[in-house]
C-alpha cells in the first residue's frame, strides 16, 4: 500500500509498505477514505516531538471502510467508521474511568522505556505518533490497522453524511470539545482561546454552543481570524496589539474568566525567553516553547480556569508558577478521550448544530500529501485544513 | 535459600525497617546476601483474583507473556522445567519446584538442587484497595553466576532483568485485562524467530 512516510526532519515522502493484518483477536483493517493533516503532525514535521523513526507512517485522523475483522472486533466488513486518535482497550481501571488517552494496556510494554521516565507513567498508544506513544502505524494510508476496534471506532449509519461532515470526530472536533469543557464554563463568562488552527476554532465553537457571552479568539493569520469571526467570536491579532492588556481593557478590568491555549509548544512571540526556547529547540535541547501559555496565565482573571488542549512534550523554561498559584488558577489538560465525546459530537452534527467543513481549505490525493505538509506549514493563513482521499 | 531476602521485599507488614513500608527492594543501597532481587508490582482489575491466580499456577501459560521463556513444561513429581530463551541460538534449562503456595494468595519457586541457575520467584496477589481489581507482585532473586558457570548464562542475566520483570507483569495485565498483547506490528510475520 502507499502511506505518508516520515524521513526526517521536514522531510516525508509517499513510500510504498506492506499491507496490514489481522495481528490480534480484536483488531479491523479500514480502507481509508478521508484522513487530515493535524497541527500536532506539524511537530512531528518539524521534528521537536521525540521518539519519531525514519519509514514510520504518519496520520491520526481518518476514516474509512470496514474490510477485515479479527474475531473479537464487534464491527462488520463494509461499515464505514470514524476512527478515535487515542487507542484505548475499554476495559482498564483508566478506560472505565472514561479517561480513555490514560489507557493502560495500549502503548506496548516495549515502547514504554522512553515516556516512562519523561512522565512518571506512559500514556495510551496514539495513531501515526511518536514511539513513545506506541509507534502505531498511522492512517495517512491506504489501509491502517486498528487494534481494539469494537471499542473506538463509531460507526456512521447515515449515508447521507459526507466524509467531510464526520471526519474531525477522529480528533480535532472532541478536542476542541474537551478543551472547552476543560474550561468550565458558565453562562455570562468570557472565554479567550489562543490559535486559530482547527482546535481553537473548534474550541471556539464549542465554548459558544456551551453558551459562553464571549468568546475572543487570538491569532496573527487575518484569515483564521476571520474565520473566528464567522463563529461570532471576537479576534485579537497578537502582532498589533498588546494581548493581556487588550483583554484586561475588553473585560471591564477583571480578565477572561477561562482562557485556552490552542497553540501549545512551537508558539509564536517576541519575548525574550521566547527566543531563547526557539534556539533551544534549534540545537536540539527540546525546551517547549510555551509563550501562549505563559501569557494566558497572566491574562486570566483571578480565580478562573485554564484549559491546554495545545500539544506540549518535555519541559519548559521560566513557567510563571506564582501567576498560577497566587491567582488560584486551576488547571485542565490532557490528550482528548475521544471515545468519550464521539457519539455525542456525531448527534450535533447529525441535528446540524456543528458543522465543521468551514475549515476545510484544501483537498488533496494521498500522493500530494507531502505537499499538503509543506504548505500547511507554510502558509498558515490560508492553509487551514487539508485533507487527504486516498485511491482518487 | 533466598527466603530472608524475599520476605524483606513482601508488602503489607508494618514493621518499621530501614525503608519504612516500601518493598525493601526499592531500598537505594540493598543488598540481600549473594542473592539481586528484582520485583515489579501491578493492579489488574480483571478477571477475579481466584482467576489470575489459576492463569498464573499453571506454569505452562507463562511463556505466553514472559518475553525470555520458549516453554514450561510439567517434569513430574510437582516439578517444572522452564526453557529460558538464551542469547545467541542457545536455551537454558532450569527445573523449579513449588516451595511454598496458598490458593489466590501466593507461588514461591524455586530452583532445584544442582541448577545451572541459583533462583527463586514469588507471585503474590491481593486485593487492591477501593475494589479496584488485584495486586499483583513479581519478585524474583538469583544468584549471579561466578565465572565458569557458562557464559550463556551470565549473558541472559545481564539482559536488563528489571526491565524484564516489568515487561513481562504488564504483558500479563493487558492479558487479563483485554484477551490480547497490544503491539504496534501492522502485520504478523511469516518468519517467527
Known sequence: MRALTYHGKKDVRVDTHPDPGIVNPRDAIIKITATAICGSDLHLYDGVIPGLMSGDILGHEFMGEVVETGPGSTLRKGQRVVVPFTISCG??????????????????????????????????????????????????????????????????????????????????????????????????????????????????????????????????????????????????NFREVDVREALLEMTGGIGPDAVIDAVGMEAHGFAI?????????????????????????????????????????????????????????????????????TKKLLGLIEEGKIDTTFLISHRLPLEQAPDGYFNFKNYQNEWTKVVLKPGT | MGLLALARSSAGKHTPTATGNAPGRTARRERFGRYRVVGKTVTVSKPSRDELFAFWRDFTNLPA???????????????????????????????????????????????????????????????????????????????????????????????EPEQQARRDLRRFKALMETGEIPTSDNRIETEKA
Open chain 1, 91 to 236: 476495559s482498564c481501571f483508566f478506560c472505565e474511568k472514561q479517561q480513555f488517552s490514560a489507557c493502560d494496556n495500549s502503548n506496548p510494554v516495549e515502547k514504554r522505556d522512553i515516556s516512562e521516565p519523561l512522565y512518571g507513567q506512559p500514556m495510551s498508544g496514539l495513531f501515526g505518533y511518536s514511539h513513545m506513544t506506541g509507534g502505531y502505524p498511522g492512517g495517512q494510508a491506504e489501509y491502517v490497522r486498528v487494534p481494539f476496534s469494537d471499542v473506538g471506532p463509531i460507526v456512521i449509519e447515515n449515508d447521507d453524511l459526507e466524509d467531510e461532515k464526520v471526519l474531525f470526530l477522529s480528533d480535532i472536533l472532541p478536542t476542541g470539545w474537551m478543551a472547552a469543557e476543560n474550561a468550565e464554563i458558565e453562562g455570562g463568562d468570557t472565554v479567550a482561546v489562543w490559535g486559530a488552527g482547527p482546535v481553537g476554532l473548534f474550541a471556539a465553537q464549542s465554548a459558544r454552543i456551551m453558551n459562553a457571552a464571549r468568546v475572543i479568539v487570538i491569532d496573527h493569520h487575518p484569515h483564521r481570524l476571520e474565520l473566528a469571526a464567522g463563529l461570532g467570536c471576537e479576534t485579537l
Open chain 1, 273 to 341: 525567553d521566547n527566543m531563547l526556547d526557539v534556539a533551544k529547540q534549534t540545537v536540539g535541547m527540546g525546551a517547549d516553547r510555551a509563550s501562549a501559555l505563559k501569557q494566558a496565565l497572566l491574562a486570566c482573571r483571578k480565580g478562573g480556569r485554564v484549559s491546554i488542549p495545545g500539544v506540549y512534550g518535555g519541559m519548559t523554561d521560566k513557567f510563571p508558577l506564582g501567576a498560577l498559584m497566587e491567582k488560584g488558577l486551576k488547571i485542565g489538560t490532557g490528550q482528548t478521550h475521544v471515545q468519550r465525546y
Open chain 2, 65 to 159: 507473556f514472559m518475553e525470555n521463556l520458549n516453554a514450561v513444561r510439567p517434569a513430574g513429581q510437582g516439578r517444572w522445567e522452564w526453557e529460558i530463551v538464551a542469547p545467541g541460538e542457545t536455551s537454558v534449562k532450569v527445573v523449579t519446584e513449588i516451595a511454598s503456595e496458598r490458593a489466590g494468595e501466593l507461588i514461591v519457586w524455586r530452583s532445584v538442587e544442582g541448577s545451572s541457575i541459583d533462583t527463586e520467584g514469588r507471585v503474590a496477589f491481593r486485593d487492591a484497595p477501593g475494589g479496584r481489581g488485584t495486586q499483583v507482585e513479581l519478585v524474583v532473586a538469583y544468584v549471579p553466576p561466578a565465572g565458569g558457570a557458562g557464559v550463556a548464562i551470565a549473558k541472559l542475566l545481564q539482559r
